[in-house]
């Protein structure tokens, strides 16, 4: 019989690990004295204490682990939770590798831009939303004010379900004739009205970024966006979102304390490099 020092030697596992198998019922000693408390082990103990600590070093949970050593596993039964694990591992690794691309990407560009603000950019999931619409084209982007005035007057304000936010249908930009859709998210029972467009926005992914500044600056951001995406080895995968979470009354372009999200849906680029996080 070792000692719990003696057997903590042998096996070259600290006290304090060997006290917590205790507790949680993973490695009990073989014997512990009732007067001084002292745990003792037996030498056939650390080939079970090897065993956990090779499953450990796979990466199974001390749960998994318990599983393991308490049920008379079946070589199919030991082979479908390696399988399960090396599944989890490889997705581990895939995500890492895209983090570690992204982490590239951003270098790339502090470097030709000169600027730490890229890093704001994220990936996320929107879900889908019912709104209610006007769309028409306008002679300027700073002209969409008008369709959102047009929006306000034909729309009940209390069936409002969130901030509004414009709809870009160009595929890119242009200095006329733009394509604009002024949105007003409504609860998805919402059946809207005669004058008014009522649809839903799918679900997407999409790159975004928050702009803190006013109207006439949206342009830096724009351009910081559309060049992460390009540089991340995305493309653009549809109609580009304005998010308009603060703003004021009445309506300016240089007012500096309004708050925009810039949201662009993404998808894989013509190289089938990623698509983004899950």
Known sequence: MLKIGDFSRLSQVSIKTLRYYDEVGLLKPTQVNQVSGYRYYSMVQLRQLHRILALRNLGFSLDQIGYVLETDLSTDEL?????????????RLLKEQECLERVEALLQLIHQENTTNTDAVIIKKVESQRFA?????????????????????????????????????????????????????????????????CADLPMVKVASVIHHGAYNTLTQSYQMVLKWVEANGYQVHG???????????????DDHSYVTEIQVPIALDRGGRRVGNN
């Open 79 to 91: 082979r479908g939770m390696l399988r399960l694990r090396r599944a989890e591992q490889q997705q």
């Open 239 to 253: 109609p580009i979102r304005e998010i308009y979470l603060q703003c004021g009354e009445p309506l300016r372009q």
């Open 133 to 197: 619409s006007i769309r028409k084209t306008i002679s300027a982007y700073n002209q969409v004010g008008q369709l959102f005035g047009a929006l306000f007057r034909a729309f009940p304000g209390a069936a409002a379900r969130g901030p509004c936010f414009a709809i870009w249908h160009d595929d890119e930009h242009k200095d006329q004739d733009v394509d604009a859709e002024a949105c007003v998210p409504v609860d998805e029972k919402y059946q809207g009205l005669s004058t008014l467009r």
